[in-house]
């Protein structure tokens, strides 16, 4: 992304804050693992999408006195001896041609910065004292860790009490839910690269594989393009495994009849993708495969042909289980609609972007630049069957488009593309 694309973004947020009010927002910190070992670091979503840093540590801050904005971003100082064991830190110019943020300090100033205006007296940045606090406040569970933005709320509270907090990740959500044309770009580059880690395990895919011999194969095409990898943990599983909707084990070998089922998507410039394919091991659908695929495939067709502006969010994941209860009703797989919750597990359509459930505000309505999973899962454990077919859709103007239509997904492309081992 372009600095031009986060300039974008930020303006849009402060537009959207109060008068007199001060935002800040944490790239993030690393999490240990053990003894001197840290997770990989991974940037905080918001703050990719509003400076385009990827670096641990750095805080974005802006002021909106009236109508008027000014913006710091604080980022690590030099460390030749840190720097030595861990790699380079970005440098000021760096920063700031990256971001677009003219002001660039190092991160040990923000502390006594904040400080100063929350006491109200004059500052560089202006004079007087704000009103209003934003921070990016999202959890997923109560139960999360305080992460950088929670720590300072509890302090604010504690020491400013004065000030009104406001939680800025309510902006962020609406302002993320649809993408900009170099975001679409973006996921375009992604679905191609998560189309050849596809098609490379279909190729290699045989009877007594390893499910992390298929990751192997996913993982090394992936590395081809970028050293950014998939966009999160794949699910790669075969036989009765993939009744655990998230697996993550990799140990199961795919036994001659099973179905592979894979829940894979690369990322590209911070843009993830979400795609699943399911095929049997040997490259060949038998009856009962070929009748429950088939389902999944009318139904994702029918929704492609179905969504487009104005339609509600929620019949999309209802459109998905309705017709395919239909399918699977006309196949005489299910006796009664009703019981569909016995053949399908989980839901038919979430956002993806920055994330691969995209921190986005569900809409009531589909709008054109939304980009959503549609989501096909049958899971058949009498058969022993379990597989999804998902697809990621971009609303248009006029109906919506397939991003991922190029990666096979018809029994016959399936099964020419095994053939060709």
């Known amino acids: 992304m372009k600095s031009t694309f986060h300039q974008y973004n930020r303006q849009r947020l402060y ?19 053990t003894n001197d070992e840290y997770y990989p670091f991974f940037a905080d979503r918001d703050f990719v999408y509003l400076t385009g840093i990827q670096q641990k540590e750095c805080v974005l801050l802006a002021l909106k006195d009236g109508e008027n904005v000014t913006e710091r971003l604080y980022i690590l100082p030099p460390d030749p001896m840190t720097e030595r064991w861990t790699g380079r830190r970005l440098k ?35 004079s007087g004292s704000f ?20 720590q300072l709320s509890k302090r604010v509270q504690q020491e400013y009490p004065y000030l009104k907090i406001e939680n800025a990740n309510a902006i962020l959500r609406r302002l993320r839910l649809i993408k900009q044309p170099c975001e679409i770009e973006a996921m375009r580059k992604a679905e191609i690269i998560t189309g050849e880690g596809i098609l490379a395990m279909m190729k290699a895919s045989r009877p007594g594989m390893y499910e992390y011999q298929y990751k192997a194969e996913f993982d090394y095409a992936l590395s081809q393009h970028s050293p950014d990898g998939p966009g999160f943990p794949s699910i790669i599983s075969a036989g009765q495994n993939n009744f655990c909707i998230h697996y993550y084990a ?12 894979n829940d894979v998507g690369a990322q590209w410039d911070g843009h993830i993708t979400d ?5 049997p091991c040997n490259g060949r659908f038998n009856d009962r495969q070929r009748l429950l695929y088939e389902c999944a495939l009318a139904t994702s067709n029918h929704m492609f042909a179905t969504i487009r502006p104005g339609m509600k969010m929620a019949d999309v994941d209802g459109g998905i289980r309705s017709y395919n209860a239909e399918r699977l009703r006309d196949a005489g797989v299910l006796k009664d609609v009703r019981d569909i919750g016995t053949y399908m597990w989980h839901g038919g359509a979430h956002h993806v972007g920055y994330d691969v459930h995209d921190v986005v505000e569900r809409p009531e309505l589909i709008a054109p630049g939304m980009v959503f999973c549609v989501d096909v899962g049958i899971y058949h454990e009498e058969w022993g069957i379990g597989f999804r077919l998902e697809d990621n859709c971009l609303v248009t103007e ?3 488009e397939n991003l991922s239509a190029a990666i096979p997904r018809t029994i016959e492309d399936i099964e020419a593309v095994m053939c060709k081992r």
Request: hydrophobic share 40%; glycine share 8%; with cysteine.
């Open 398 to 400: 006029n109906g919506c």
């Open 250 to 261: 990799y140990t199961g070998q795919a036994q001659d009849g099973d179905m592979v089922l």
């Open 131 to 150: 009103e209003h606090l934003y921070l990016d406040l999202f959890r997923v569970s109560p139960n999360d860790i305080d992460r950088p933005a929670h």
């Open 275 to 279: 795609v699943s394919r399911g095929w």
């Open 92 to 126: 000021p110019e760096e920063a700031e041609a990256i971001s677009g943020v003219r002001d660039i300090r190092f991160v040990d100033a923000f502390s006594a910065d904040l400080h100063a205006m929350a006491a109200g007296g004059h500052y560089s940045m202006r």
């Open 15 to 33: 537009e959207a804050m109060k008068p007199n009010s001060l935002a800040v927002f944490f790239s993030g910190e690393e999490i240990r693992k």
